[in-house]
Nanobody
């Protein structure tokens, strides 16, 4: 199984980025997909999750109204659209796949990507 994130980079505060996570080696449509992030010196935190069908999503309070999550099962890809970015959004963003619910903890995800760096300058 491989999860490969892309789309990270350096952006000014108030800007936007779209992250992608391409999955292979698994039946993508069977899995809930999640995005997590980890800033330097901080614990990993949940960002967003989407159910296998896309019919259910969950977002961390800190990103509600700014981030959206979507998936394309035909392309085995999950997306994280990030808008109105803030310096505190700076982190490594990783996607994960699990046979879980959108409110499931990080420990309920089985497969993880390597992550992509997002840096938001003030």
């Amino acid at each position: 199984v491989q999860l490969v994130e892309s789309g990270g980079g350096l952006v000014q505060a108030g800007g936007s980025l779209r992250l992608s996570c391409a999955a292979s080696g698994l039946t993508f449509s069977f899995y809930t997909m999640g995005w997590f992030r980890q800033a330097p010196g901080k614990a990993r935190e949940f960002v967003a999750a989407i159910s296998w069908s896309g019919g259910s999503t969950d977002l961390a309070d800190s990103v509600k109204g700014r981030f959206t999550i979507a998936r394309d099962n035909a392309k085995n890809t999950v997306y994280l659209q990030m808008s109105s970015l803030k310096p505190e959004d700076t982190a490594i963003y990783s996607c994960a796949a699990g046979r879980t619910v959108v409110t499931g903890p990080a420990s309920s995800y089985t497969y993880w990507g390597q992550g992509t760096q997002v840096t938001v300058s003030a």
